[in-house]
């Protein structure tokens, strides 16, 4: 039985560090839709789709509950066992889903309360394993979320890929019978910086004699807004075994990179949802697909890649996803911002 969430009392939070795709790095050029990657006919029931988001509020929008999806993500600070704030919040988001059968991956995060310091291997697992003996139904965690996203000055840190390595055997000693996705990396416009952290990964994995991955996260935000897909080629090969696109989705906004004027970020969102089922459908070896993320946040959000605006009214990348996942049973009328 979970513990009542009534037990924890709020404490202070410090600012919720927005999550953004990060390491995207220039604008996105629609002229540049040819890619390595011939996206070929695969049925859509050949990988699951679900969606990453935080917030509860989610599992009530009957737009979301329209989708029928079967799996959701949730990043969590490491610490959030010992953070009533940040368990008051993960409480929230897994019984709601739980509610609605939903099946959930939670990934692993820097701590809100001191985001630019590492754990200690011993830290990381003591607070990790709490987390998972309160939540006995979730059985699938990432170890690290963006785990070679560098560290933000001021911020937040990310970890060294022998440090993740080891986070990742941490894990997967505490969650015995667990699905542990052996690393979650994030592609940039030049992937060599991912492919050398993955090669890293891998080399520590051998040298403390630890299971290798049978599955992997990947975040390819840079490949697929810019109507690519030779990225994540390289990058699955560099992984091996299976793999599930943890984080994708249409860029709305960010900064200045991907500017919205007129409701352009969301015809462009839209466009780049598309493409993405088309090279989730050219790579047999991935099996599920979270898009990232539901509800797109106010007007001064730095990242924003929401299927619904700030009020969770539909846009039109939600009508994409809708239509690929319920067919002509989805009929909703998109706002634009």
């Known amino acids: 039985m979970r513990t009542p969430r009534r037990l924890y009392t709020i404490s202070i939070l410090s600012a919720l560090l927005t999550l953004s ?7 996105l050029s629609e002229a540049s839709a040819a890619t390595r990657t011939s996206p070929t006919a695969r049925e859509a029931s050949a990988f699951t789709t679900g969606i990453g988001d935080e917030q509860a509020t989610m599992f009530s929008n009957p737009l979301y509950t329209q989708l029928h999806t079967k799996i959701v993500r949730y990043i969590a600070p490491y610490d959030a066992a010992v953070r009533p704030y940040s368990l008051d919040k993960a409480i929230d ?4 889903a739980e509610a609605l059968h939903e099946k959930v991956l939670v990934a692993f995060y820097h701590s809100e309360y001191t ?3 590492m754990p200690s291997v011993a830290t990381y697992q003591n607070d990790v394993k709490k987390f998972v003996k309160l939540f006995p139904h979730v059985t699938e ?5 963006e785990a070679n996203r560098g560290n933000e000055p001021h911020a937040f840190s990310s970890p060294s890929a022998v440090a993740a390595a080891k986070y990742y055997q941490a894990l997967i000693r505490v969650c015995r019978g667990c699905t542990v996705v052996g690393l979650d990396v994030l592609d940039q416009a ?3 910086p991912t492919l ?7 080399r520590e994995i051998y040298h403390l004699e630890t299971v290798m991955p049978a599955i992997w996260g990947l975040h390819n935000y840079s490949d697929v807004n810019r109507l690519e897909g030779w990225r994540t080629d390289e990058i699955i090969q560099a992984l091996g075994g299976k793999v599930w696109l943890t984080e994708t989705g249409g860029i709305v906004k960010f900064g200045g990179a991907f500017p919205n004027r007129n409701g352009s970020g969301d015809t462009r969102a839209a466009k780049v949802l598309r493409f993405t089922f088309q090279v989730a459908a050219a790579h047999a070896k991935i099996k599920r697909l979270y898009i990232y993320d539901w509800n797109g ?17 539909p846009r039109a990348g939600y ?3 809708c239509s690929a996942l319920r067919a002509k049973k989805c009929n909703v009328k998109v706002v634009k911002n």
Do not use: C, H, M
């Open 297 to 313: 946040g106010t007007s001064s959000t730095r990242f924003d890649a929401g299927l619904t605006n700030a009020d969770e009214r």
């Open 21 to 27: 795709a990060g390491l995207i790095q220039g604008p």
């Open 141 to 145: 965690y990432e170890s690290w979320d």
């Open 196 to 202: 050398d952290y993955i090669a890293e990964f891998k």
């Open 115 to 117: 985001p630019t310091r």
């Open 190 to 192: 030049d992937p060599i």
């Open 93 to 96: 988001f897994i019984v709601a």
């Open 319 to 321: 009508v994409v996803v």
